[in-house]
């Protein structure tokens, strides 16, 4: 069963399964009883953990999902696509591309719009690693291993990107001294891991008491699990059979999968279209920066990146060509997870909200189908 979880293809039909459950029944009899199920508060108010149901599966959940994206993050850093600067320029560049002109597109549709559309700026800067691996996965298996490493290298450079976006700009009033217990706590659990202890009876505290401490700090809790995660040791010993960040993927990814992830997206898309003024929102400029943003400016933004990196001396990966970066750049405007994490940051007026996920949503969508359009253009191309 986990390896059943493991598997990409897997992880990305239970969150699309997820969302679509989680629109149909926001649109159904049944959406009071979600919006109930949502809203029930869990947790203590004397420790500031009097959270709501979708609250919990933001702040709580989606820090495993986090987590994993950490570990899969060190070890490209240490032994991955990432440990070599001449490899690892190119989807670096390509990232950053992909996140700074969606961004200005956004900007650029909303200046001078209603009071708080400036807010979603962030919205079509992040990538879903799980859902655009999905769709490579089952749109296409044969194309060469250089563009899933090449996607999977860019998505995790765009969610740490988007992380700290969240980080800086998307979270409330820092409080440093609970940044400091953070800062304490991560240097133990790094310490621990440098002195290979195994035991969970000391990281389980520690992780808890990471994630509330960045919690109560006021920055958004999935920090802590990147940062937990980029302190895992990735080099094995001798004799060991696993590094302890391959037993943390191995252990949490299904739990990501199969658990985190799929509440989160059933509650983030859960939009209530009935309340929605369909007429307003399609002409909203939030939605329209969006979508642009997404369907545009990802694919735009990674392959000028790309070029101007070649330009300066990186290079594409043996068998890849630069129908390939257009494929990945296609992919990148599936912002699903994060676009729709972030916009529930951005965004408390119900009206900006609603527009931003209904962009979200409709602009993910258009993504894959732009996906499918690249890859039967390479197939052309490749006969």
């Known amino acids: 069963m986990q390896l059943f979880l493991r598997s990409e293809t897997v992880g990305g039909a239970l969150l699309i399964a997820a969302a679509l459950i989680g629109i149909l029944l926001a649109n159904s009899p049944l959406s009071e009883v979600l919006r109930t199920v949502a809203s029930t508060q869990?947790?203590?108010?004397?420790?500031?953990?009097?959270?709501?149901?979708?609250?919990?599966?933001?702040?709580?959940?989606?820090?495993?999902?986090f987590f994993v994206i950490g570990c899969e993050l060190k070890h490209e850093l240490v032994v991955g696509t990432l440990s070599k600067p001449r490899q690892a320029a190119l989807p670096v560049a390509a990232a950053l591309g992909g996140m700074i002109v969606p961004a200005l597109l956004y900007v650029a549709i909303n200046q001078g719009g209603a009071g708080d559309a400036l807010n979603g700026w962030g919205i079509p800067m992040a990538t879903d690693i799980a859902f655009a691996l999905a769709v490579l996965a089952v749109l296409g298996r044969v194309l060469p291993t250089?563009?899933?490493?090449?996607?999977?290298?860019?998505?995790?450079?765009?969610?740490?990107?988007?992380?700290?976006?969240?980080?800086l700009f998307y979270s409330a009033s820092l409080h440093v001294e609970w940044l400091a217990v953070a800062a304490v706590l991560?240097?133990?659990?790094?310490?621990?891991?440098?002195?290979?202890?195994?035991?969970?009876?000391?990281?389980?505290?520690?992780?808890?008491?990471?994630?509330?401490?960045?919690?109560?700090?006021?920055?958004?809790?999935?920090i802590a699990g990147v940062a937990l995660g980029l302190l895992m040791r990735v080099k094995r010993d001798p004799g060991e059979q696993d590094a302890p960040v391959d037993r943390a993927t191995e252990r949490f990814h299904p739990i990501s999968a199969a658990i985190a992830v799929p509440l989160f997206a059933l509650f983030a898309a859960a939009v209530d279209l009935r309340s929605i003024d369909l007429g307003a929102v399609t002409g909203?400029?939030?939605?329209?920066?969006?979508?642009?943003?997404?369907?545009?400016?990802?694919?735009?933004?990674?392959?000028?990146?790309?070029?101007?990196?070649?330009?300066?001396?990186?290079?594409?990966?043996?068998?890849?060509?630069?129908?390939?970066?257009?494929?990945?750049?296609?992919?990148?405007?599936?912002?699903?997870?994060?676009?729709?994490?972030?916009s529930e940051l951005?965004?408390?007026?119900?009206?900006?909200?609603?527009?931003?996920?209904?962009?979200?949503?409709?602009?993910s969508l258009a993504a894959v189908a732009l996906s499918a359009v690249v890859l039967a253009l390479r197939r052309t191309l490749a006969r």
């Open 346 to 363: 951005a965004f408390t007026n119900e009206e900006s909200l609603g527009a931003a996920k209904v962009g979200v949503l409709i602009a």
């Open 186 to 222: 991560l240097a133990l659990f790094a310490i621990a891991q440098q002195r290979r202890i195994a035991s969970p009876l000391i990281y389980v505290p520690l992780a808890l008491g990471t994630w509330y401490a960045v919690h109560s700090a006021g920055v958004h809790p999935t």
């Open 146 to 167: 250089g563009v899933r490493t090449f996607l999977l290298t860019l998505a995790v450079v765009d969610d740490l990107g988007a992380i700290l976006v969240i980080a």
């Open 42 to 65: 869990i947790g203590s108010d004397a420790l500031h953990l009097n959270l709501t149901v979708q609250e919990w599966t933001a702040d709580g959940l989606l820090a495993i999902f």
């Open 284 to 342: 909203s400029p939030i939605l329209l920066g969006v979508l642009v943003g997404l369907v545009v400016g990802k694919p735009i933004g990674i392959l000028l990146a790309a070029r101007l990196a070649t330009a300066l001396g990186a290079k594409l990966s043996a068998g890849m060509r630069w129908i390939d970066i257009a494929l990945v750049g296609a992919l990148g405007g599936i912002g699903f997870t994060v676009s729709l994490l972030i």
